[in-house]
């Protein structure tokens, strides 16, 4: 029999090459792949969180990362699922803005201020709602719509980065964002593909993926993963900037092969109380 419990270090591996039996054929064995899921307790929280929202009222919105990374083969290496649970000063503000019928103001970054931060650290205040993307509002028919990103772009929609550093609330760009290219280092952004949505059980949910390319010639370690999305808060109506509005800090990192692809996808719910 062979042995298909081989322990999966956190870095890919090669295939273990076996001899078995009298003929000595040689066989491959694959590694297991890497599966991480929340933990039961906080899949519990996040069940309680919707049924306290749903029995009092409240629009609860909840979001779920989920990171599937291949060899060149198409065979699994890592598949994990996680929780987001850090949003940033930018999405209360912006939310604050639009449920509150608040116009953007204040000249700080700070609580009671209602403004954003570009990711280029550049503190926008203007003079009106703060909103995605400009007058026409088209969220999702376009590669370049709400929270899409184009091919090649890693300025906008689902974003990758090689940073572990811890989250901060006031965090307003990954702390180190991979760069889109074929170089050390770098990934190929594709295309973000158009949102799929669901309606079952009272939940509403719509998920945004996007692949990421390896052709370096090297691993490339992935840490953190952020929604960039368009905004704007001008009376210049198509003038939209680029804002981080969720970081979150991987447990443990994602080693992308060489020829290696990883799918991102970022499972958005809203329960709705009928």
């Known amino acids: ?101 608040k116009n953007g103001d204040g000249a700080a970054f700070t609580g009671g201020d209602i403004n954003f931060t570009q990711v280029s650290s550049t503190l926008v205040t203007g003079n009106r709602g703060i909103r995605i993307g400009d007058a026409n509002q088209n969220l999702e028919d376009t590669a370049t719509s709400g929270l899409r990103g184009p091919a090649a772009d890693n300025g906008r929609g689902i974003v990758v980065g090689s940073s572990a550093t811890a989250f901060s609330f006031e965090h307003t760009a990954l702390q180190a964002i991979i760069a889109e290219g074929t170089a050390a280092g770098q990934l190929n952004y594709t295309a973000q593909t158009a949102l799929a949505d669901a309606f079952a059980a009272l939940v509403y949910t719509v998920t945004h993926q996007r692949f990421f390319n390896n052709n370096s010639g090297g691993n490339v370690s992935v840490n953190e993963v952020g929604m960039y999305l368009d905004m704007n808060n001008s009376t210049v109506v198509t003038t939209v900037v680029p804002v981080m509005t969720a970081r979150d800090v991987l447990g443990a990192t994602i080693v992308v092969p060489d020829t290696g692809q990883l799918d991102v996808s970022y499972d958005m719910a809203l329960t709705f109380p009928a």
């Open 1 to 101: 029999m062979l042995k298909t419990d081989i322990p999966v270090p956190s870095d890919p591996v090669p295939t273990v090459r076996v001899r078995t039996g009298v003929d000595r054929i040689i066989r491959t064995i694959k590694p297991a792949p890497r599966i991480i899921r929340p933990t039961p307790e906080e899949d519990a929280k996040f069940a309680q969180l919707r049924e306290l929202g749903q029995e009092l009222h409240i629009p609860i919105l909840t979001h779920k990362w989920r990171f599937v990374n291949r060899d060149r083969d198409g065979n699994v290496v890592d598949d994990v699922e996680m929780w987001a649970d850090s949003f940033v000063r930018n999405a209360y503000n912006h939310l604050a803005s639009q449920m509150m019928s």
